[in-house]
């Protein structure tokens, strides 16, 4: 057992477990065995569920000692895989969604918005023959946006999405409108005044920072939007789509990105959520939407897709949790990690994933090699028995062996994350290109200080002992390497 894994294996805040992404032979051979319920398709259909600034410590099935229940995160854990060392590639939103997408890092430079025509995921499967659906929060940017009222250019539709439902970016950035396909449903004729404002004696807002709680900007919303209806409509839309695609009954697979907004602010539990949890309003919010996620599940197992769908959870940052918060509610949203949403620490871009696929992806097992969002893209190829094209996806790796328990040893050479500054990571070594956190943890920086940080993520996972200075040849070599994506 090498030393990370002694140490998850001793910390409480991560579930027991003793495999490299397999099992035992018997367990492979009972998985292996299991037939489909479904023939109509010969591929999978894929369904990817993006949360919204959930931690690394937020789920029971990585954190037993969690004040919030997720029952419906878990058992995709337990139907299959959890990874204990997967990466977002930004710790922000949309670098994050953007690298996801593209199979791209978002460090390559630009706004990362994705123009009309770029190779994505779902226009990569849109070309064979997938039926493609996104339903939630793009923040990816439109080609035209003209004012926010009619026909809009780009988007999800404009980057190989049959169909999309949702809205343009967080749930706390205005305008507050609606979009179906390419068109803008209302547009946003109203105004609102800031959420905490709006919601005052609604919603308990005791002990949170400005940006936490029910908190949304003010500014521009159309007549049909309210911010707390948000969630369960956008469950709804995810399951229209399976049913519309039931009832077609289309020999295709279908590929459904369904990204919640939330836990990101507002935290807007509904009156059934509010006080359930352990963690306050963020909790009660997460719970709920754990909950929606469990709705979709049980949509996909009525329609008879669950046996032959690739299911993974998992999030775009960590979350916006500060020390005094997991003093409070005795709760760490990050587990033993350092940091939160937004900075270049562990805790800003380690993610929760879980991924199940009946059959296919060993039970109950556990992943501990190094993985990235971007890796989707190439994974997703490999799962249909398709080549990338040249030039796209090229900071995607082939995670299927992982998956499917074939695989012990890594598959990434080196994964790079993007917060104010640039930090690599290569091995048990992590390279942060800068002082600080590079986000919103606040880091008192001694006088003195070296100009960067490294890190051994085997001996310090929570990334206390800086040991920039003990190893100069080991920090160049990494600095020469996140030098070659400064483009």
Same mark, same amino acid.
């Given at each position: 057992?090498?030393?990370?894994?002694?140490?998850?294996?001793?910390?409480?805040?991560?579930?027991?477990?003793?495999?490299?992404?397999?099992?035992?032979?018997?367990?492979?051979?009972?998985?292996?065995?299991?037939?489909?319920?479904?023939?109509?398709?010969?591929?999978?259909?894929?369904?990817?569920?993006?949360?919204?600034?959930?931690?690394?410590?937020?789920?029971?099935?990585?954190?037993?000692?969690?004040?919030?229940?997720?029952?419906?995160?878990?058992?995709?854990?337990?139907?299959?895989?959890?990874?204990?060392?997967?990466? /977002?590639?930004?710790?922000?939103?949309?670098?994050?969604?953007?690298?996801?997408?593209?199979?791209?890092?978002?460090?390559?430079?630009?706004?990362?918005?994705?123009?009309?025509?770029?190779?994505?995921?779902?226009?990569?499967?849109?070309?064979?023959?997938?039926?493609?659906?996104?339903?939630?929060?793009?923040?990816?940017?439109?080609?035209?946006?003209?004012?926010?009222?009619? #026909?809009?250019?780009?988007?999800?539709?404009?980057?190989?999405?049959?169909?999309?439902?949702?809205?343009?970016?967080?749930?706390?950035?205005?305008?507050?409108?609606?979009?179906?396909?390419?068109?803008?449903?209302?547009?946003?004729?109203?105004?609102?005044?800031?959420? #905490?404002? /709006?919601?005052?004696?609604?919603?308990?807002?005791?002990?949170? +920072?400005?940006?936490?709680?029910?908190?949304?900007?003010?500014?521009?919303?159309?007549?049909?939007?309210?911010?707390?209806?948000?969630?369960?409509?956008?469950?709804?839309?995810?399951?229209?789509?399976?049913?519309?695609?039931? +009832?077609?009954?289309?020999?295709?697979?279908?590929?459904?990105?369904?990204?919640?907004?939330?836990?990101?602010?507002?935290?807007?539990?509904?009156? #059934?959520?509010?006080?359930?949890?352990?963690?306050?309003?963020?909790?009660?919010?997460?719970?709920?939407?754990?909950?929606?996620?469990?709705?979709?599940?049980?949509?996909?197992?009525?329609?008879?897709?669950?046996?032959?769908?690739?299911?993974?959870?998992?999030?775009?940052?960590?979350?916006?949790?500060?020390?005094?918060?997991?003093?409070?509610?005795?709760?760490?949203?990050?587990?033993?990690?350092?940091?939160?949403?937004?900075? /270049?620490?562990?805790?800003?871009?380690?993610?929760?994933?879980?991924?199940?696929?009946?059959?296919?992806?060993?039970?109950?097992?556990?992943?501990?090699?190094?993985?990235?969002?971007?890796?989707?893209?190439?994974?997703?190829?490999?799962?249909?028995?398709?080549?990338?094209?040249?030039?796209?996806?090229?900071?995607?790796?082939?995670?299927?062996?992982?998956?499917?328990?074939?695989?012990?040893?890594?598959?990434?050479?080196?994964?790079?994350?993007?917060?104010?500054?640039?930090?690599?990571?290569?091995?048990?070594?992590?390279?942060?290109?800068?002082?600080?956190?590079?986000?919103?943890?606040?880091? #008192?920086?001694?006088?003195?200080?070296?100009?960067?940080?490294?890190?051994?993520?085997?001996?310090?996972?929570?990334?206390?002992?800086?040991?920039?200075?003990?190893?100069?040849?080991?920090?160049?070599?990494?600095?020469?390497?996140?030098?070659?994506?400064?483009?």
């Amino acid at each position: 057992m090498s030393k990370l894994s002694r140490r998850e294996f001793l910390t409480k805040a991560l579930m027991a477990g003793s495999g490299l992404c397999w099992l035992s032979v018997s367990l492979r051979a009972e998985t292996k065995s299991r037939k489909t319920t479904d023939n109509t398709v010969k591929k999978p259909h894929v369904l990817f569920i993006m949360l919204d600034d959930m931690g690394y410590g937020d789920a029971g099935c990585y954190n037993p000692e969690s004040k919030i229940p997720t029952p419906s995160i878990d058992r995709i854990a337990k139907e299959g895989m959890r990874f204990t060392d997967a990466h /977002a590639p930004g710790a922000l939103c949309v670098p994050s969604r953007y690298g996801f997408l593209t199979g791209r890092y978002p460090s390559r430079g630009g706004r990362c918005q994705i123009k009309s025509g770029t190779e994505t995921i779902a226009s990569f499967l849109k070309r064979h023959s997938y039926k493609t659906g996104m339903v939630g929060k793009w923040h990816n940017g439109f080609d035209n946006i003209d004012g926010w009222k009619g #026909k809009l250019e780009g988007g999800p539709c404009g980057c190989g999405f049959d169909y999309f439902f949702g809205i343009p970016h967080s749930l706390d950035i205005q305008p507050y409108l609606y979009i179906e396909n390419n068109h803008v449903v209302q547009p946003p004729t109203e105004t609102t005044v800031r959420g #905490k404002e /709006a919601t005052a004696g609604i919603y308990d807002s005791k002990g949170w +920072n400005k940006i936490q709680g029910a908190f949304w900007r003010s500014g521009q919303i159309a007549p049909d939007f309210k911010h707390s209806e948000v969630l369960g409509k956008f469950t709804k839309k995810a399951i229209s789509f399976l049913h519309d695609h039931r +009832n077609t009954q289309s020999k295709k697979p279908f590929f459904l990105y369904l990204a919640y907004a939330g836990p990101h602010t507002p935290w807007l539990p509904s009156d #059934k959520f509010k006080g359930k949890s352990g963690a306050g309003l963020y909790g009660d919010f997460l719970m709920e939407i754990d909950h929606e996620i469990g709705r979709v599940i049980e949509a996909l197992e009525r329609d008879g897709f669950k046996d032959n769908t690739l299911i993974m959870v998992s999030s775009d940052n960590g979350p916006v949790w500060y020390p005094s918060n997991t003093t409070e509610y005795e709760h760490s949203s990050v587990g033993p990690l350092r940091g939160m949403k937004a900075d /270049a620490f562990e805790g800003g871009h380690r993610m929760p994933f879980v991924a199940s696929w009946p059959g296919k992806i060993p039970e109950g097992s556990i992943c501990r090699e190094t993985i990235c969002l971007t890796d989707i893209m190439r994974t997703l190829a490999s799962v249909i028995g398709e080549e990338l094209p040249e030039g796209v996806g090229i900071d995607s790796y082939d995670i299927l062996p992982l998956l499917l328990g074939e695989k012990k040893g890594p598959v990434r050479d080196m994964t790079i994350h993007k917060s104010r500054f640039l930090a690599i990571r290569k091995g048990e070594y992590k390279f942060l290109d800068g002082k600080g956190s590079g986000g919103f943890s606040k880091v #008192k920086v001694a006088p003195g200080a070296p100009p960067g940080q490294l890190y051994d993520l085997e001996k310090d996972l929570g990334e206390t002992n800086n040991i920039y200075r003990q190893h100069p040849e080991m920090v160049e070599k990494l600095k020469a390497l996140l030098n070659e994506y400064k483009n």
